[in-house]
């Protein structure tokens, strides 16, 4: 573990999602609703938007700056809706690839771009939106338009997020410029 990251000490949930569940004779326990996780990632971020984020395995270490429309410097270092987006596409695009092959579909020419916006404000709050663009080529738009609803069912971010915040998929054209 890294000098600079947290201990972690006995921790103490803050939200801990239970629900009530009868077994056979009837007596009520408290079954946790977090599944066993096939895989964790734990990243610490010092300082907010203009300090630094490192992951527990050392493979991120960035430091972060405040955009320029968020009244910020618009320092050299990203910012967590850049991180977010990044994840987002490398996660949707493999869930594209991965209805693709469910179809026996060839994606090997394809792109997945993610936008994530900041929206509203101090006063009224801040919210994320999500804009999906996929580049799909060697498939015709309507088998495309399907590989896109499959893999936006199927990826991991689009379900954390459908209804928390406005999602958009979109396929564009072979050549976006």
Sequence with gaps: ?????PRRAAARPVR????????????????TLMPEALYSATSTAWGGREGRAASSDGRIDVSLSMPAGLGGDDGPGTNPEQLFAT???????????????SQQVDLSDSAVSVTISLLGS?????DLAARIEAQVGGVDAATAGRLLELAHQMCPYSRATRGNISQEVVLIGPDPE
């Design 16 to 31: 801990n999602d239970v629900r009530d569940s009868d077994d056979d004779t009837g007596s009520k326990d408290k079954e």
């Design 122 to 126: 101090s006063e009224t709050g801040l």
């Design 1 to 5: 573990m890294r000098d600079d990251a």
């Design 87 to 101: 994840g987002y596409a490398a996660c949707f695009h493999s869930a594209l690839k991965g209805a693709a092959r």
